[in-house]
T-cell receptor, first 112, second 113 residues
Framework: AQKVTQAQTEISVVEKEDVTLDCVYETRDTTYYLFWYKQPPSGELVFLIR??????QNEISGRYSWNFQKSTSSFNFTITASQVVDSAVYFCAFGSARQLTFGSGTQLTVLP | GAGVSQSPSNKVTEKGKDVELRCDPISGHTALYWYRQSLGQGLEFLIY????????KSGLPSDRFSAERTGGSVSTLTIQRTQQEDSAVYLCASSLNIRDTQYFGPGTRLTVL
């Protein structure tokens, strides 16, 4: 069975600080997919990124960047120069054949 | 284009009543999923539909829960004889095919009094 661990329950930073959200997964599958979703106070889960297990290239999208390392089974998410609008719960998720297995989420609060 | 839509957005019911929650997936998406988000359990998979294949019901917590998908599009999640522990946000997602990215609807917040 798959397992996703987000050890950081809550993080609070001051605007413009960089912040990294950790995600560690466990699986015996050789082909899988990793995701990050954002859940703002409005409640809707917003897709941020998907990585395939065979593609360990890191990715940068604006202020967001993701570091995928199979050797440590980690898929960490960094927000550079955080903004108040980044405040949300962030979920890491694992997908193989069908459903997603989610981590417990990290509540990020960015203070002005 | 239009995203996943769910109705109602909020539902308050009394213990023992049946409820139906509706999901309209993104047009053209063949896969549809139901998840439940509750304080104690986080985000849990409930059921999955892919095309005309038999649904994967492995996540349904009890036989009071059922779901159907008509015409390969709209899906209804039914909870019979609701209990207080059924109170949660029920999220629907759809994807183009299996293994494709899942896009989520806004959810239905169910409160069982």
């Amino acid at each position: 069975a798959q397992k996703v661990t987000q050890a950081q329950t809550e993080i609070s930073v001051v605007e413009k600080e960089d912040v990294t959200l950790d995600c560690v997964y466990e699986t015996r599958d050789t082909t899988y997919y990793l995701f990050w979703y954002k859940q703002p106070p409005s409640g809707e889960l917003v897709f941020l990124i998907r990585r395939n297990s065979f593609d360990e290239q890191n990715e940068i999208s604006g202020r967001y960047s993701w570091n995928f390392q199979k050797s440590t089974s980690s898929f960490n998410f960094t927000i550079t120069a955080s903004q108040v609008v980044d405040s949300a719960v962030y979920f890491c998720a694992f997908g193989s054949a069908r459903q997603l297995t989610f981590g417990s989420g990290t509540q990020l609060t960015v203070l002005p | 284009g239009a995203g996943v839509s769910q109705s109602p957005s909020n539902k308050v019911t009394e213990k023992g009543k049946d409820v139906e929650l509706r999901c309209d997936p993104i047009s053209g998406h063949t896969a549809l999923y139901w998840y439940r988000q509750s304080l104690g359990q986080g985000l849990e998979f409930l059921i999955y539909f892919q095309g005309n294949s038999a649904p994967d019901k492995s996540g349904l917590p009890s036989d009071r829960f059922s779901a159907e998908r008509t015409g390969g599009s709209v899906s209804t999640l039914t909870i019979q004889r609701t209990q207080q522990e059924d109170s949660a946000v029920y999220l629907c997602a759809s994807s183009l095919n299996i293994r494709d990215t899942q896009y989520f609807g806004p959810g239905t917040r169910l409160t069982v009094l």
